[in-house]
């Protein structure tokens, strides 16, 4: 979980959470709870009264087997494999339905229980294709993880296996493989409890059980893709990554999404192609364990192919390529001392540090207060979907905010606009957006600030609409959120700090970067990017997913 | 001992189809009494009869009841009459036969309970005793036996039938509550049970047509009288389906307790001529299967049953002679319970089909080396390991079957035809 500290106002997307498991164990609805005391495999163990015997195992960080059980969602007990046995008891239990009593001693590692869960693998598996080799899911499956932790048998089914439909399209982000699908019903529980849109269903029964959707009603809601993350194998999968890369040839590192205001915390999946996915990561004050479609798509902007790539000053149809470093520091001599005849253009997409660096060197050696707000989508900027998309489509707005406010900055898009016109601004230096997508007004705002006599435009996203122009323009490539480190608050007032992740473009600069080059200081070393894939430092490159995670991550 | 008509006494008269014909012969007399007692001296009687639930699991009545909380929730009663256990029709005679008996007893037993709404759901290939109790429950309500102040007592109950669309599981009955609900017909998790959340997550009772009908006779002639049926842990008499190799399949009505011998030899008209027993399954096609040696001494009670390794369970008895190959009889039954699996949970789900393609292999003249133990191994993995009991009813009769007659299997197996029928093709009705 990303360092994060709550301003106190709880939020809604985890009102939404329906988890009873997080309400009974974590204790977020009773801070008075009663402790009970039991005994997991011999241990000692501590849990809120009413906690089942799994969020007893789950806190603790013991070993359980299970696929359909989920902290977010209600509990299903059908995949039959988080058997434990408990003292007086001559049945198995499954440990997700059956709460904890004082005194209670369970345990999950005694042979009888081993071979039950072994033979409950054995009966996931006996239909599944096992086609591993053409899987996505391979390298980060439930069923893969588990069959090495708790299986390694050799299979005694000689039948031949149930046929069941394959490429499946669900909706427009999903594509089922039914005969991989082990019925667990996570995704039918989160499109019945979560997103509340009731697209999946359960269709037949028995062995010819499939996950499906009705006719017409395909699985179109904002947050389908959040199938596929809870989904144990390979039957659902994201038709935005399958087949594009192997689990095992990425990096994880988490960070949050900049798609809108909420900050989902979230991994984005990367190697030196540039990013390929992002999957959300548990946050109580912020996401709870979801994250909407729109944002999984906000690591293509990240991306090289829709990036600025070299700094240019374009003047009378002359065009003068160089390093952003090299701008940088002839833009410091050229704005230094302008005072009010140059402006500064903010969008939200930027950190808290960048905004403070940039406010204090207009503020000290520009000497111009003309500081202005650019805000994307006025009209929808308050909407909110009711779990986690929000309106105001900016990570950092309610930072920027705040930076303004301390800085004593009022003026309106207004007072811009009639300076432009009237000549008293001459220069506009604009910190433009990193998703240009959310920024429907991209067009007529670069037209409006070209009428400067001279533009200054940082930013990380290509635009033929800011190549086309033949003015006074500079253009100098900043470097996206996953390439610097900051902090970026969130609508709620959830400060969230971000590290660097990796490079996408080598040599462009974070707007802080560009103040000390534009003052004429030495930028550290260590923040000079450079390309190239790391390996992960354990294993190679190995994903941790939900079963070989150290617990306690929820 | 001879057949004993306690609750089918009257069921050879057609006129007892009809509320009129019902009430000449006492019907009803019951309620009105009943309206006019404590509920809970109606629970106490029940208790004190020893009546267990008929269904098949043999819960005892009254404490079942018994469960109920006192939160002021509303409470349903629903009586469970989708009888699908292959073997069993029981239900099928009484509610075509006397079905004010159980219009009658499910008003008593609501009345007890502090239930104002009962259904019956029934099972939707039963069309037939569907459209008979249709009428009888129209003619009540005409006769304000169901309804708002039944018989002026001040008590309201509605009672209205719910036609399922056949499946063995939603004769589970959280199946069955998730059916009435709407829903997929698909067991709930337990905790919470039906008495504390059941239908609609308020207090229910479900209960067996057999054991709501037996509420009539039990308050008019008292608990000491129906306890004179049947033994101390099995009282009362019990309505039995036969069916099989014998002369006169049907049901009987016999007290609990007596010898099972006796039921095919005597009610039954014995086997056919020259024809000998080879195996009975006792109770419905869930409950191991009995050898004809361990038929010899058995008694049709929980307790001895439960002392042989099987069941009472619903009183379907299937008698098996010397004629049939146990291999093709066990197919046909793991290929029900592969049909019927919901398909919630995994062993289950996987294990029917598993067991049958394999059983059904034999059959073809496919069967391996191995799969007798393969099939033992299954069927244990799959016994009590699920949210129902059908995972179990899929197990044991292949556990039985292939333990008790082993040398038939192994032979099939090796010899590639039946150790009974010969190289004869039997006509696989699964596939």
New interface residues.
């Given amino acids: 979980m990303l360092k994060s500290a709550n301003s106190g106002q709880p939020s809604p997307a985890m009102e939404l959470q329906s988890s009873r498991a997080l309400e009974r164990a974590v204790g977020t609805a009773a801070p008075t709870g009663e402790m009970v005391a039991l005994t997991i495999n011999g241990r000692e163990v501590e849990v809120k009264k009413g906690a089942t015997i799994m969020e007893a195992f789950y806190l603790n960080n013991i070993d359980i087997a299970y696929y359909c059980w989920h902290p977010g969602l209600s509990i299903a007990g059908v995949c039959r494999l988080c058997m434990v046995e408990i003292e007086g008891n001559p049945r198995l239990q499954i440990a997700c339905n059956t709460q904890v009593t004082p005194g209670m001693k369970v345990n999950n590692n005694s042979a009888k229980v081993k071979d039950a869960v072994k033979w409950g693998l054995d009966f996931h598996l006996i239909n599944h294709p096992l086609d591993c080799p053409i899987c996505d899911q391979a390298g980060e499956c439930g069923l893969q993880d588990q069959y090495m932790k708790y299986g390694q048998y050799d299979s005694e089914m000689g039948e031949r296996k149930v046929k069941k439909h394959k490429v499946v399209d669900l909706g427009p982000r999903v594509v089922l493989d039914s005969e991989r699908c082990i019925l667990c019903a996570r995704c039918v529980r989160f499109t019945d409890e979560v997103s509340k849109s009731h697209e999946l269903g359960i269709f037949n029964r028995g062995d010819r059980a499939e996950v499906g959707t009705f006719d017409g009603k395909p699985l179109a809601n904002n947050y389908s893709v959040n199938t596929v993350d809870i989904c144990p194998v390979g039957a659902l999968t994201s038709r935005d990554f399958r087949f594009r890369q192997r689990a095992w040839f990425l990096k994880d590192a988490e960070t949050i999404c900049t798609g809108c205001s909420t900050g989902c915390n979230v991994k984005v999946y990367h190697n030196k192609e540039g990013l390929f996915r992002m999957k959300p990561v548990y946050n109580p004050d912020v996401n709870g364990h979801w994250m909407c479609d729109v944002g999984r798509d906000t690591y293509k902007f990240v991306n090289k192919e829709a990036r600025l790539l070299d700094a240019k000053v374009v003047n009378g149809g002359k065009t003068e390529h160089m390093s952003a470093l090299e701008l940088a520091k002839r833009l410091g001599s050229t704005l230094k001392g302008t005072g009010k005849s140059t402006a500064l253009v903010l969008t939200g997409s930027y950190t808290v540090e960048e905004y403070e660096a940039i406010l204090s060197y207009f503020k000290n050696e520009v000497g111009s207060p003309n500081v202005f707000h650019w805000i994307n989508n006025p009209e929808s900027f308050e909407s909110f979907d009711g779990l986690l998309y929000r309106g105001d489509k900016n990570p950092n707005t309610r930072g920027l905010l705040e930076v303004l406010a301390q800085a004593g900055i009022t003026a309106s898009w207004k007072d811009l606009t009639e300076a432009i016109g009237s000549g008293a601004i001459q220069t506009v230096v604009v910190a433009g957006p990193e998703n240009q997508a959310n920024f429907p007004d991209m067009k007529a705002k670069i037209a409006e600030l070209s009428r400067a006599a001279k533009l200054v435009w940082m930013g990380s996203g290509k635009s033929a609409d800011l190549e086309a122009l033949s003015g006074d323009v500079a253009l100098l490539p900043v470097k996206s959120y996953v390439e610097k480190s900051g902090t970026f608050v969130n609508h709620s007032g959830v400060r969230q700090h971000v590290d660097r992740v990796t490079t996408i473009v080598p040599g462009a600069l974070s707007l802080t970067e560009i103040v000390q080059a534009m003052k004429g200081e030495v930028i550290h070393p260590s923040e000079i990017p450079h390309a190239g894939f790391v390996p992960n430092k354990v294993g190679a490159g190995r994903i941790n997913n939900e079963f070989t995670l150290g617990r306690g991550v929820w | 001992m001879a057949e004993a008509k306690y609750l089918s006494e009257h069921y050879s008269k057609p006129e007892y189809k009809t509320l009129e014909g019902y009430k000449k012969l006492g019907g009803y007399e019951q309620l009105a009494r009943a309206l006019k007692m404590e509920p809970q001296k109606i629970v106490d009687e029940v208790k004190a009869s020893g009546l267990r639930g008929r269904g098949g699991a043999g819960f005892a009545t009254g404490v079942k009841w018994g469960f109920l909380p006192n939160n002021g929730e509303p409470r349903y009663l629903l009586c469970n009459a989708d009888e699908s256990e292959p073997g069993t029709f029981k239900d099928r005679v009484m509610m075509e036969k006397a079905p004010h008996q159980l219009i009658e007893g499910m008003l008593i037993s609501a009345f007890a309970i502090k239930s104002n709404k009962a259904y019956i759901y029934i099972r939707g290939e039963y069309t037939g005793p569907a459209a008979i109790l249709e009428t009888a429950i129209a003619e009540a309500k005409a006769a304000g036996l169901i309804g708002k102040n039944i018989l002026g007592s001040g008590f309201d109950c509605d009672l209205d039938l719910y036609l399922g669309a056949g499946?063995y599981?939603c004769g589970e009955e959280t199946g069955m509550i998730s059916s009435l609900e709407g829903l997929?017909g698909q067991p709930k998790?337990k905790?919470p049970f039906p008495a504390v959340q059941g239908y609609l997550r308020k207090p229910t009772i479900v209960n067996n047509v057999e054991t709501l009908a037996a509420v009539v006779p039990i308050l008019r002639d008292g608990a000491a009288v129906y306890r004179k049926y049947g033994t101390e842990k099995s009282a009362g008499t019990k309505l039995f389906s036969i069916s099989g190799n014998v002369n006169k399949p049907g049901t009987y009505e016999v007290p609990l307790g007596y010898p099972l011998m006796d039921l095919i030899n005597i009610e039954c008209g014995g086997l056919k001529p020259g024809r000998t027993l080879k195996a009975v399954v006792p109770g419905g096609s869930s409950a191991p299967v009995l050898t004809a040696a361990e038929c010899q001494n058995a008694t049709l009670d929980y307790e001895n049953l439960a002392a042989l390794g099987s069941m009472l369970g619903s009183g379907a008895i299937i008698v098996i002679d010397d004629s049939n190959c146990m291999v093709d009889v066990l197919s046909t039954i793991s290929h029900f319970y592969?049909?019927?699996?919901?398909?919630?949970?995994?062993?289950c789900?996987?294990?029917?089909?598993?067991m049958e393609?394999?059983i059904h292999?034999i059959v073809h003249g496919h069967g391996?080396e191995?799969d007798v133990e393969?099939l033992l191994?299954i069927a244990d993995?799959m016994k009590?390991?699920?949210?129902c009991a059908l995972s179990d009813a899929a197990a044991l009769p292949v556990l039985s079957f292939v333990e008790k007659f082993k040398d038939e299997f192994e032979y099939f197996i090796r010899e590639k035809k039946s150790k009974v029928r010969g190289g004869q093709i039997y006509a696989q009705v699964s596939q």
Avoid: F, M, V
């Fill in positions: 499946a599981i997929k998790l905790p592969h049909h019927e699996s919901c398909g919630q949970c995994t062993p789900r996987e294990g029917t089909g598993w393609r394999i292999g391996n191995g393969l191994k993995q009590g390991r699920t949210i």
